[in-house]
């Protein structure tokens, strides 16, 4: 049976707070007088009027005894009746009657043979695409909603589901295995087979790809080789959706081969054949990604080697500059008495003095071989141990164009026709024009008139161009999810047209490209405007006779002796608490735990689960390992255990409906709104170190060591509301709307704030379209660009900042394009983070990139002058990045197990880690706010004066009360004060 916790079939809360209870179970006057009207005795009336106002909120009619004591409580006391009013009715002829005066009343249909062909259709159709039974239960119940329908019991609804999803899936299953030869199956069969004593073939389909180098991608390389020979897995596949497809595999892959033995033969050699698909799909983007960054180590180390010749090459060329100088002052000398051959004679004398002409040429040669910034003739050296990965690794990957520009899958074609020389010149003509003057000075060399191909550095040349065009998105790789074309997976033009209107209205976007860029141009010349007017009584930036800009650095408030006063008695008073029972309390009040559960979606066949699963999140999110939690577990749980609870129950999506639930729950609490309004949030990256042997790890200049960032997002409120786990060298912007994006929670920021890195123009401009307000701060706003509404415009005090004008005539060109981008970002087609991923590497070729760029000048121009103009918003503005700041320090505070190293190199499990990290450091600010709250009531009942200013100076990152080490164990039986007395603080 689906557990009715991880679906949205209504039922009854833990508890209400009064707010709930007066505003869902309150009978208005209309309803009131309905029940009077249709009920004899007050028995009935209070019957009737229960029934109606349950059966509004859960939309089908409960036992009378299953009906919260404080909801008929609520409810009799404002129909005026004794709170001792007797409720149940007596017979079922008038609980019938009753049923049938609210369905008529509310104009709602009983659940009848029509519903149930309703959901048969509805869910049938969703079963090919999803496979978790909750999902099809949550599916059916929006279909039944919407066409007026009694929702039918939990137990009816599940086992409908339940049957549907079966019969869909045995269809899945018996349509694939027709598709299967006999050998095929055999192979697969033997999948299971141990190789010896504990390995199976089963395990190497897991295969994680280790740190990129040489032998890995190597051994990578052979990996994907052993995954060809299964065959084309996508053609016994082609029936199946590829939603369906990944939950098979996610299914397979959470497995042992044992497990997967004991299922039925059509689903474990269905479920088999998708982990193979998924595996090889995963594989040649693994390949990719390490070539990617075995491209840019290559690089890095010429352009190292680059440093040292010069350096080297630092005494020979202060010699060459004094043997020159000595020459000159032979000829430049006054004394004219001498001839010219005896004048010749001293220079040979002087050349030969320091080495020769021969030695001299060829020191003169070695220098300006690499004058200027030109590593390129030293890649060779670094790249030809990777050669024959790198030819191996294109052919083993289908690489095509994305646009209309061939040039480099020509060359690339031409490359691989001449795999096999390794002579020093390629014969044969190929477009070059595509690459930069310095690769075609030593690529293409001319000799006796004839132009001739450098092998060599042809080579490096295609394959790093290669490298570039796949980060920029204008060569993709087929079938992949990373570097597929992304194109492909934006919403028709057409289908965009159906809703541009609407979203526009929105946002209050001009609906129109000639309105938007009116829009954008009066904004522009306003803002500008405003700014230039005001700049004589302007304190903050100062412009000198140069035109050089400075921006006053702010002053920090001092810190007031009242909120010292107040942040010593809540020191004081702030009750100690143990980590895993604040897990506790806060699931008591957010019930976050009911998300968690086996991938299939039933119910957890585990003895206390809610426990077992605490146990769980303290374990990972204190990073202790399984193994070191269950020594101080005192036998409740052991390692194995927690560890397949962590693998089977707990998955990514899982987590990040918990951390929701926990969010809204805490956005309806009193305090926090002192601290933020909620509308606004701030995102940085902080380094978490991690094992060497992944691809997702690399080293970190900054801070030093092998790591990954763990990207947060930070409300207002001081809650965090998402993150992502990403590789140190990534560009940290690409996250900064997505984690906006996909916070599901209640708390909505529209503004928000970053570092540094926030400030490229393609960002600017996806979030304006997005009608999110990106206000990050910048250090080095001087280095950056203002732009003009025109080439004409001057102002009178500001005119230094600009430089260029805005090309209005590209965004009226592309508006189209940049709808089109928003609006499948909008409608969950594309996510912003494959889109700035792209726009984040610029490309010759992407139309896209240059009209975000364009709109993004607009954008960031607009910002920059009110970020210059305005104290109050960069003081706001740092207010926010510091709150984020303070959080990484705080969440790290509970990573105290295992030295603080995520000692997984499965990518997926490292972002678990930092999911479960954030609930339980989301889970201390809750509990916090609550013990806060408590001791200003008691504060406030005892005639202590507190200041609003120094209650809004607060933080909840308090971690002084809270015991990290010891034994851990939970009474279940022992439940938290009601939340109801804790959550109401006003002045």
């Known amino acids: 049976m689906t557990s009715i916790e991880r679906t949205a079939y209504p039922r009854f809360k833990r508890y209400y707070t009064h707010n709930e209870l007066h505003k869902i179970y309150t009978p208005t006057l209309k309803e009131k007088k309905f029940g009077l009207e249709r009920t004899i005795g007050k028995t009935n009336y209070l019957n009737l009027i229960i029934l109606l106002k349950v059966f509004q909120k859960l939309g089908y009619f409960p036992s009378l005894d299953a009906v919260p004591k404080s909801i008929k409580k609520q409810i009799t006391k404002e129909l005026s009746l004794p709170l001792n009013q007797k409720i149940g009715y007596v017979g079922k002829v008038t609980l019938f009657r009753h049923k049938q005066l609210i369905r008529s009343y509310l104009q709602v249909n009983a659940y009848n043979s029509n519903a149930r062909l309703l959901v048969s259709e509805t869910v049938t159709q969703s079963a090919y695409i999803r496979d978790n039974p909750a999902d099809l239960i949550n599916i059916a119940l929006e279909e039944l909603v919407k066409n007026s329908y009694e929702l039918p019991s939990f137990r009816e609804l599940d086992r409908q589901v339940n049957h549907l999803r079966t019969r869909v899936n045995e269809t899945i299953f018996s349509e694939t295995i027709k598709k299967l030869k006999p050998e095929l199956s055999k192979t697969l069969n033997d999948l299971l087979k141990l190789t010896s004593e504990t390995v199976t073939p089963f395990n190497q389909l897991k295969t994680l790809p280790k740190r990129p180098s040489r032998n890995h991608l190597n051994d990578l390389l052979a990996h994907e080789h052993w995954l060809s020979n299964f065959g084309e897995i996508s053609n016994y596949l082609e029936h199946i959706n590829s939603a369906k497809i990944k939950h098979f595999a996610d299914e397979a892959r959470v497995l042992d081969a044992a497990s997967v033995k004991k299922i039925k033969r059509n689903k474990r050699l269905t479920l088999l054949l998708c982990l193979l698909y998924e595996s090889r799909r995963k594989s040649q983007e693994n390949l990719l990604e390490m070539f990617l960054k075995r491209i840019a180590t290559i690089h890095k180390k010429a352009k190292d080697k680059l440093e040292e010749i010069r350096q080297q090459h630092q005494q020979t060329s202060d010699q060459l500059l004094s043997t020159f100088q000595e020459v000159l002052q032979l000829l430049s000398d006054e004394d004219k008495s001498e001839k010219p051959q005896e004048i010749l004679e001293t220079i040979q004398s002087t050349l030969s003095a320091n080495g020769g002409l021969d030695q001299l040429l060829n020191q003169c040669e070695a220098i300006t071989a690499y004058k200027g910034n030109n590593y390129y003739p030293l890649l060779w050296r670094f790249y030809q141990s990777h050669r024959a990965a790198f030819f191996r690794l294109i052919k083993a990957v289908e690489l095509q164009s994305t646009t209309t520009d061939n040039r480099l899958m020509n060359a690339l074609n031409f490359l691989l026709e001449n795999s096999h020389r390794r002579g020093e010149w390629l014969i044969g003509k190929v477009d ?41 998105g204008d060569v993709c790789v087929k079938q992949s999810a990373s570097f597929g074309d992304w194109r492909k997976q934006l919403m028709p033009w057409d289908e965009c047209q159906s809703i541009i209107e609407d979203y526009c209205g929105l946002l209050d976007l001009p609906n129109c490209a000639d309105s938007f860029i009116k829009h954008l141009k009066d904004w522009l010349i306003d803002t500008a405007n405003r700014v230039d007017e005001g700049y004589p009584i302007n304190e903050q930036v100062i412009i000198n006779d140069k035109g050089e800009p400075t921006l006053k650095k702010l002053l920090a408030r001092p810190i007031p002796e009242s909120l010292k006063n107040l942040e010593a008695i809540i020191s004081e008073r702030i009750p100690n608490r143990n980590l895993i029972d604040i897990l506790q309390n806060v699931d008591y009040w957010t019930n976050f735990t009911r998300h968690f559960g086996p991938l299939s979606g039933s119910d957890p066949k585990l003895k206390n689960p809610t426990e077992r699963y605490l146990l769980t999140i303290f374990t990972y999110g204190c990073n202790l390992g399984a193994s070191q939690a269950a020594r101080h577990m005192r036998g409740i749980v052991n390692a194995k255990s927690l560890s397949n609870i962590n693998s089977r129950h707990i998955s990514i999506e899982q987590l990040n409906r918990g951390l929701t639930d926990i969010i809204n729950r805490y956005n309806v609490l009193d305090l926090p ?315």
Request: one cysteine or more; a neutral charge.
């Open 432 to 472: 070059l024009s595509f690459t930069s003057k310095e690769w075609q000075k030593i690529v293409i060399v001319t000799q006796n008139q004839t132009q001739k191909i450098a092998r060599r550095p042809f080579e490096v040349c295609i394959f790093s161009y290669l490298a570039s065009e796949l980060k920029s």
């Open 673 to 987: 709104q002192f601290w933020g309004q909620g509308d606004s949030a701030a995102a940085d990256g902080t380094k978490y170190d991690v094992q060497e042997q992944n691809l997702l790890s690399e080293y970190h200049i900054r801070y030093g060591g092998y790591g990954g960032i763990a990207y947060h997002h930070v409300a207002d409120k001081y809650i965090a509301l998402f993150s992502h786990f990403i590789p140190c060298g990534t560009w940290e912007a690409v996250y900064i709307l997505e984690g906006l994006l996909q916070n599901k929670s209640t708390l909505q920021a529209k503004k928000i704030h970053g570092d540094t890195q926030g400030q490229s123009t393609p960002v600017f401009a996806l979030s304006y379209l997005l009608g999110i307000q990106l206000m990050p701060r910048i250090r080095n706003w001087q280095d950056l660009i203002f732009y003009r509404p025109d080439k004409e415009t001057v102002y009178k005090h500001i005119d230094s900042l600009f430089k260029h004008s805005i090309n209005w005539e590209l965004l009226r060109t592309h508006w189209t394009d940049l709808m089109q981008v928003v609006l499948s970002i909008y409608t969950g087609k594309i996510s912003s983070a494959a889109i700035l991923r792209k726009l984040g590497n610029y490309s010759r070729k992407n139309r896209l990139y240059k009209a975000f760029r364009e709109l993004g000048r607009v954008i960031r121009t607009i910002f920059l002058l009110e970020y210059i103009s305005d104290g109050k918003l960069r003081r706001q503005i740092t207010a926010a990045t510091n709150k984020v700041e303070a959080y990484h320090g705080f969440s790290k505070w509970f990573f105290f197990g295992g030295d603080s190293i995520i000692n997984s190199n499965d990518r997926e499990e490292m972002e678990k880690r930092i999911k479960y990290n954030d609930l339980v450091a989301n889970a201390v600010i809750f509990q916090n706010v609550v013990d806060l709250t408590e001791v200003f009531q008691q504060l406030q009942t005892e005639g202590y004066f507190l200041d609003k200013e120094d209650v809004s100076a607060l933080s909840p990152y308090l971690t002084s009360h809270i015991k990290r080490f010891g034994d851990y164990f939970l009474d279940l039986t022992q439940t938290p004060t009601q939340l109801d007395d804790l959550m109401v603080f006003t002045f």
